[in-house]
């Protein structure tokens, strides 16, 4: 499994928003997760392979949005009036199968990108 890769992360105050990008080359869903120290990596976000079917954790809906690019070779997650609490590793996966809300169900997870959100 080739490893995905992250960019886009950074150092930013409240309220701020942040564009995070994640390099596909697979017809798969795929997926965003995050890590926070001391914290399981938890779901965020997923599109289908289309990008016309979207999928958000409940912390998240409505401040931040995935999407496909126009050339289908990345997929973007655009995260605007961020927290404190989003603060975490950044991470994009495919899913293989079960649970879409799962770690479990994810392979092929890049190194990770760095989001610190200050109050």
């Known amino acids: 499994q080739v490893p995905l890769v992250e960019s886009g992360g950074g150092l930013v105050q409240a309220g701020d928003s942040l564009r995070l990008s994640c390099a596909v080359s697979?017809?798969?869903?795929v997926g965003w997760f995050r890590q926070s120290p001391g914290k399981e990596r938890e779901f965020v976000a997923a599109?289908?392979?289309?990008?016309?079917?979207?999928y958000y954790a409940d912390s998240v809906k409505g401040r931040f949005t995935i999407s496909r690019g126009n050339a289908k070779n990345t997929v973007d997650l655009q995260m605007n009036s961020l927290k404190p609490e989003d603060t975490a590793v950044y991470y994009c996966?495919?899913?293989?199968?079960?649970?879409?809300?799962?770690?479990?169900?994810?392979?092929?997870w890049g190194q990770g990108t760095q989001v610190t959100v200050s109050s």
């Open positions: 697979r017809r798969y869903v």
């Open positions: 599109v289908n392979w289309i990008g016309d079917t979207t």
């Open positions: 996966a495919y899913h293989y199968g079960g649970s879409l809300y799962e770690r479990e169900s994810f392979g092929s």
